[in-house]
């Protein structure tokens, strides 16, 4: 017996030590010269790891510390879960409703309609962006065009998420030069919405030194100066209040060839299955709109329920 709990005569698995899970063939490979069962967990094999460095009554302290937190954590998680699930739920039968009462009172838009989107809703507050907020942006701008001009050309550029999202901003541009009614339909939607993602974008707006070289390519006569003159011009007087910098009352402040890839190549997932199911539409027609007053990444929030604010029909053609 290695140990006392878990390789006993018992014929059942090993378990981990500190998240309790059955250990598979692979968790098993990495057990060597232990005297001890963990799983692959970075978290569990850091907790375990301290088995050696420590006395027993430390350890035995240190260890069901760790299992407390990890079982909260669990407890969290699943209780997240089950509200996703739950509130899923509880709002595509909200929608159903109000799409039946739209049909009701207005039996002609039956006719037509090729597609039911939920879109989340931006924040609105103004305020005027305090000071430390825009030094902070001018100075991750000024930190990304010096790195950017220390380079010959973006390929040098280590393939980040930057990268991907350029590459997915191309097919998106193909995509839609296949199909414009989609951009449009995709336009009207964020316009109707107001940035219910762009809460993230901070005092960075997803800038990133792959957005300042591949400007740089572009226009090649343009230079460090002129590049963060440019930048800085377009800090809005008002900016929403806890969002991107640059999400003002008209949308983003920044035109989009100024805009990070990660920007201009983002849909949520409603517009991302919307454009799926209409790619090959040319004319899209009417869609029922219904808008919920939660950002997208609050859309799960436990404490703020996700309202229905609007549900309209559109008519793109
Ligand atoms: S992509 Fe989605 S969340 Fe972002 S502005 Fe458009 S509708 Fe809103
Ligand atoms: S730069 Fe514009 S599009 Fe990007 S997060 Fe900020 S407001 Fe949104
Ligand atoms: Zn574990």
Not at 76 to 104: D, M
Request: a neutral charge; glycine letters at 2%; aromatic letters at 6%.
């Amino acid at each position: 017996m290695e140990n006392g709990i878990t390789h006993s005569l018992s014929l059942s698995k090993p378990l981990c030590e500190v998240c309790g899970y059955t250990l598979s063939y692979l968790d098993s490979l990495q057990l060597k010269d232990v005297d001890y069962s963990v799983c692959r967990s970075f978290d569990c094999r850091r907790v375990m790891q301290k088995k050696n460095e420590m006395s027993d009554w430390q350890f035995k302290s240190h260890l069901s510390f760790q299992q407390k937190l990890l079982r909260d954590q669990q407890e969290k998680e699943a209780s997240r879960r089950k509200h996703i699930v739950q509130a899923t739920s509880r709002e595509a039968r909200e929608n159903l409703a109000i799409i039946e009462s739209i049909i009701k009172d207005r039996p002609d838009v039956l006719e037509g309609i090729q597609q039911v989107v939920v879109i989340p809703s931006g924040l609105s507050k103004l305020t005027i962006p305090a000071e430390e907020r825009v030094n902070k942006y001018i100075e991750h701008l000024k930190q990304i065009i010096f790195e950017a001009s220390e380079l010959s050309d973006a390929n040098e550029i280590i393939q980040d998420q930057h990268y991907d999202a350029h590459t997915r901003q191309l097919q998106l541009e193909q995509k839609f030069s296949k199909n414009p009614s989609l951009k449009s339909l995709s336009d009207q939607l964020c316009a109707m919405c107001k940035g219910g993602c762009c809460i993230s974008g901070n005092e960075h707006a997803y800038l990133s030194v792959f957005t300042i070289k591949t400007l740089m390519d572009t226009n090649p006569h343009w230079t460090v100066t002129d590049i963060l003159d440019l930048y800085i011009s377009h800090i809005s007087a008002q900016s929403v209040q806890n969002s991107c910098i640059n999400q003002t009352e008209n949308g983003c402040a920044l035109p989009r060839n100024l805009r990070s890839d990660i920007c201009n190549a983002f849909y949520c997932d409603p517009l991302k299955s919307c454009q799926k199911n209409m790619i090959d539409q040319k004319n899209i027609g009417k869609v029922i709109v219904i808008q919920r007053s939660n950002t997208y990444s609050s859309r799960f929030d436990l404490d703020v329920e996700n309202k229905i604010i609007n549900a309209t029909v559109i008519n793109i053609k």
